[in-house]
T-cell receptor, first 113, second 115 residues
Framework: SQQGEEDPQALSIQEGENATMNCSYK?????LQWYRQNSGRGLVHLIL?????REKHSGRLRVTLDTSKKSSSLLITASQAADTASYFC?????????????FGRGTQLTVWP | ETGVTQTPRHLVMGMTNKKSLKCEQH?????MYWYKQSAKKPLELMFV???????ENNSVPSRFSPECPNSSHLFLHLHTLQPEDSALYLC??????????????FGPGTRLTVL
C-alpha cells in the first residue's frame, strides 16, 4: 500500500504543550502534505513539504521530512483547545500525473483546556 | 470556506432510493475527486476526473456512478445502496500539472445514512 500511516492514532495533551505526530510512507514521493479535519467536516490543507526539503514552518506548525527513512513529523507548538481535530498526512507519489494523494488513517488530537 | 461546496450536507435514504450528491468548485481547478470516509478507515479515493480523464477505484461498487459535466461540477449518483455505504462523502478539487503541488481543497462533505 502507498498510504501513509500516522502515529500515534490518538494523542491527548494539555493546552500549552507541544503535540508531535508522525507519518511513515512506502514509496518515493514528490511531496508530502498535512491536513486537518474537524469532526464531521472536510479536510483543510495545512502545509506541504517537497521531497527536496527537510523542514518547513508555518505559524505554530513545524514539519520535517526524512526521505531516507520515508517519514515525516508534524509539530504543533503551544497547543490550543481549538487545535483539537484529526490530522492526516498525504503523499503525492513521484511521477504522479493525476494528482492522486494517498492518505493515512489520521491522528486524533485532543487538547484539554 | 475552501471554495468547494457540497449539497446536501446530510442525506438519509432507503436501500431502494436513488439520490445524487452534488459538488461545485469555484477555484478554476482542473481535477475533482470523490472520497469516502468511514470510521476508523483511511480516506478512500473513489473517483478522479482530471484533465477530462476519469480514473476509478476498481473496488468501488457499480451502485456508485460519477458524472462530471464540466470542470466545475461533479456528481455522485447513488442507487440501491447498502447500509455499509453509510459514511461521509467528500469532494475535493486541485490544479493538476503544477509541479510539486497538487494541494487538494475539500468540501464540507455529505453525511450519508442508508437505512
Amino acid at each position: 500500500s502507498q498510504q501513509g500511516e500516522e502515529d500515534p492514532q490518538a494523542l491527548s495533551i494539555q493546552e500549552g504543550e507541544n503535540a508531535t505526530m508522525n507519518c511513515s510512507y512506502k514509496t518515493s514521493i514528490n511531496n508530502l502534505q498535512w491536513y486537518r479535519q474537524n469532526s464531521g467536516r472536510g479536510l483543510v490543507h495545512l502545509i506541504l513539504i517537497r521531497s527536496n526539503e527537510r523542514e518547513k514552518h508555518s505559524g505554530r506548525l513545524r514539519v520535517t521530512l526524512d526521505t531516507s527513512k520515508k517519514s515525516s513529523s508534524l509539530l504543533i507548538t503551544a497547543s490550543q483547545a481549538a487545535d483539537t481535530a484529526s490530522y492526516f498526512c498525504a503523499t503525492l507519489p513521484r511521477g504522479s500525473t493525476l494528482g492522486r494523494l494517498y492518505f493515512g488513517r489520521g491522528t486524533q488530537l485532543t487538547v484539554w483546556p | 470556506e475552501t471554495g468547494v461546496t457540497q449539497t446536501p450536507r446530510h442525506l438519509v435514504m432507503g436501500m431502494t432510493n436513488k439520490k445524487s450528491l452534488k459538488c461545485e468548485q469555484h477555484l478554476g481547478h482542473n481535477a475533482m475527486y470523490w472520497y469516502k470516509q468511514s470510521a476508523k478507515k483511511p480516506l478512500e479515493l473513489m473517483f478522479v476526473y482530471s484533465l477530462e480523464e476519469r480514473v476509478e477505484n476498481n473496488s468501488v461498487p457499480s451502485r456508485f456512478s460519477p458524472e462530471c459535466p464540466n470542470s466545475s461540477h461533479l456528481f455522485l449518483h447513488l442507487h440501491t445502496l447498502q447500509p455499509e455505504d453509510s459514511a461521509l462523502y467528500l469532494c475535493a478539487s486541485s490544479q493538476v500539472g503544477q509541479l510539486d503541488t497538487d494541494t487538494q481543497y475539500f468540501g464540507p462533505g455529505t453525511r450519508l445514512t442508508v437505512l
